[in-house]
């Protein structure tokens, strides 16, 4: 069950423009050279600028001026000066003697506006509100909740959860029971629940990559919701593909996690346990062999002693005969 609350309203700022950029296209080919010899004021280093620079007082508004015969102009007030600034741009040209011809009329391709935004006062300070992570609770515990992505990671369960954004931001409940998924890895020396480690990996096809709230990597193509071919679409474009990416760097971050901290960790306990038991075998037979040596010893001595004996009882009696004689 988790809560969580939506983000404050903001009221409708008031816009001023700042600057009006526009394009338009009067030659195929210009000579700045010239140009720049000729009208004055004209600033033109290809070195430093591949164009013609024009600063114009009234209205106040510069030009760029380019070889192919293309026209920026930038630094209007408003979309109103377009007009009057082309008109005395076109007759600084036509005055130093270049030949125009007018291909398109003149477009407005950028307007930059600031504004003041009011915003009701938030978690993060009286000027900005970013919203709030829900509070989620997996089997009575609190998971990690980052907005509404929920991780919970025990000893039975490792568990992420994507939430919708309706079911993120109200008050609710449900319920669900896995019941297959994963690997088992039997790391222990005995088959029991303390050697046991699990471990889930999410699918990773294009239906799954993204989020509830953009959309998924299957959407991006022709036909899809969010098809990359509609300009309008770029910036949840962009979001599911980064979301695509923390994804798949979570979930590499996992096996190596696995793979390092767990797994190769044990498979070194295990590899140093058994050094140990090949030591101690070693051990036991280098014992063993010494106790043979000695009872073979041992068993040469009696053999040399028996045989000693056996031959001073045989000389006894020839002593005696000799004796006799």
Same mark, same amino acid.
């Given at each position: 069950m988790y809560t969580s609350e939506p983000m404050s309203d903001a009221t409708s700022p008031a816009l001023r423009i700042?600057?009006?950029?526009?394009t338009v296209r009067v030659a195929t080919v210009l000579n700045l050279d010239e140009l720049a010899k000729r009208i004055p004021g004209a600033e033109y280093d290809k070195k430093k600028f591949p +164009?013609?620079?024009l600063r114009l007082s009234s209205p106040k508004v510069a030009a760029l001026v380019f070889t192919?015969?293309?026209?920026?102009?930038?630094?209007?007030?408003? #979309?109103?000066?377009l007009p009057a600034a082309f008109s005395c741009v076109l007759e600084a040209l036509r005055t130093a +003697?270049?030949?125009?011809e007018l291909f398109? #009329?003149?477009r407005v391709v950028n307007i930059v506006s600031s504004g003041t935004f009011g915003v009701n006062p938030g978690d993060q300070g009286d000027n900005e509100d970013r919203g709030r992570d829900a509070g989620v609770l997996i089997n009575g515990q609190s998971a990690?909740?980052?907005?509404?992505i929920a991780r919970i990671r025990t000893s039975g369960l490792d568990l992420v959860a994507d939430l919708s954004t309706d079911f993120g931001t109200t008050l609710s409940s449900s319920t669900f029971r896995i019941t297959g998924g994963g690997a088992n890895f039997q790391i222990g020396p005995q088959v029991n629940s303390d050697g046991l480690l699990s471990i889930g990996i999410p699918s990773i096809t294009t239906s799954n990559l993204g989020d509830s709230s953009n959309g998924f990597l299957n959407s991006l193509g022709? +036909?899809?919701?969010?098809?990359?071919?509609?300009?309008?679409?770029? #910036?949840?474009a962009a979001a599911i593909v980064q979301s695509a990416i923390e994804q798949i760097a979570t979930l590499s971050g996992r096996l190596g996690g696995f793979q390092a901290n767990q797994v190769e960790t044990n498979l070194n306990s295990v590899r140093v346990a058994l050094e140990n038991v090949q030591a101690s075998e070693?051990?036991?037979?280098?014992?063993?062999?010494?106790?043979?040596?000695?009872?073979l010893t041992r068993a040469q001595i009696l053999v040399q002693s028996t045989t000693q004996i056996l031959g001073l009882a045989n000389q006894l009696p020839q002593n005696v005969l000799s004796l006799l004689r």
């Open positions: 700042q600057n009006v950029v526009a +164009g013609l620079v192919p015969g293309k026209i920026v102009l930038t630094g209007m007030p408003h #979309p109103d000066v +003697g270049a030949e125009i398109d #009329p003149p990690n909740v980052k907005g509404l022709s +036909g899809g919701d969010t098809r990359i071919t509609d300009t309008n679409n770029h #910036p949840t070693s051990t036991i037979r280098d014992t063993d062999y010494a106790v043979e040596v000695a009872n």
